[in-house]
C-alpha cells in the first residue's frame, strides 16, 4: 500500500487557507494511507487477532476536514477496531471511538457495538479500501 506525506495528506481535505492554517500537521507514523473522499482521509493499522478470534482485526482511522457530529458528539479525527473477512468480503465495526480534535487528541466518546453487523462492502466505498488493503497483506489470516 503507498504512503504520502503528512503534507500532502493534508493538501487533499479540502479546506479555506485560514482553516488550512490552524490545522495541525497529520501525524500518520505507522499507519497506511487506504483512500481519501471530499471530507475525509482514511488509514489503517493491522492489529492482533485476540486469542481465540476467528477474523482477523484492524484499526481504521478518519482525519476529518470539518467536524463529523455523530449522535451529538462532534469529530475532527476518530479509530474503529474492525474485524474484517477477506474470504467474505465483509468488515463489521467493534468499536469506535472519535475525538475532538485531529490526531487522534482531545475530549472522546467510545461507541462499543453490542451485536455488532457484518457489512458487504460495495466496490468503491471506504469498506472496499480497507478490505483491500487489509487483505493484500500475506500475513492477514483468511477466516
Known sequence: MRSLAPALLCALLPMAAAAAAER???????????G????SVMFI??????EG??????LVRFEEA????RR???SMSSVEIDEIDCAGQRTRVIQDTRYKQSNLKGESRVDRAQAPA?????????????LKAACADPETPRA
Open 24 to 34: 495541525p500537521a497529520l501525524d500518520v507514523e505507522g499507519w497506511t494511507y487506504v
Open 66 to 69: 470539518k467536524p463529523f457530529d
Open 45 to 50: 493499522r493491522h492489529e492482533a487477532t485476540p
Open 36 to 39: 481519501a473522499s471530499a471530507t
Open 118 to 130: 457484518w457489512q458487504d462492502e460495495a466496490k468503491g466505498s471506504f469498506g472496499a479500501g480497507i
Open 72 to 74: 451529538g458528539f462532534a
Open 53 to 58: 478470534g476467528a477474523y482477523p482485526r484492524v
